[in-house]
């Protein structure tokens, strides 16, 4: 059974910083591309970041992010993480999970069902 499942949201002051994990279970993990979404209220789902399953996985971030913002991930735990610092208020969004894998043709694709970031002094 395939499970995605995001950890870490909360409520954190602009400027603070927060650490999300997403776990996942019933795949190869390491052989799936990995990637952070968004979605603020009546806006939108945007892409946050993502790894590759290449070697100790290339990055990609969205510019709204770059310098703030860093993914990785930990093959031996099944888990990649966001880390995500000097938050501001429109950083405030459910933040998803996601994994994208490619096996004998066939495309995998499995979400997570999102954690809550609120950034609010």
């Known amino acids: 059974q395939v499970q995605v499942v995001e950890s870490g949201g909360g409520l954190v002051q602009p400027g603070g910083s927060l650490r999300l994990s997403c776990a996942a279970s019933?795949?190869?993990?390491?052989?799936?591309?990995m990637t952070w979404y968004r979605q603020a209220p009546g806006k939108e789902r945007e892409l946050v970041a993502d790894i590759t399953n290449r070697g100790s996985g290339s990055t990609n971030y969205a510019d709204f992010v770059k310098g703030r913002f860093t993914i990785s991930r930990d093959n031996a735990k099944n888990t990649v993480y966001l880390q995500m610092n000097d938050l501001k208020l429109e950083d405030t969004a459910v933040y998803y999970c996601?994994?994208?894998?490619?096996?004998?043709?066939?495309?995998?694709?499995?979400w997570g069902q999102g954690t809550q970031v609120t950034v609010s002094s």
């Open positions: 019933g795949f190869t993990f390491s052989t799936y591309t």
């Open positions: 996601r994994a994208r894998g490619y096996l004998r043709s066939t495309n995998y694709d499995y």
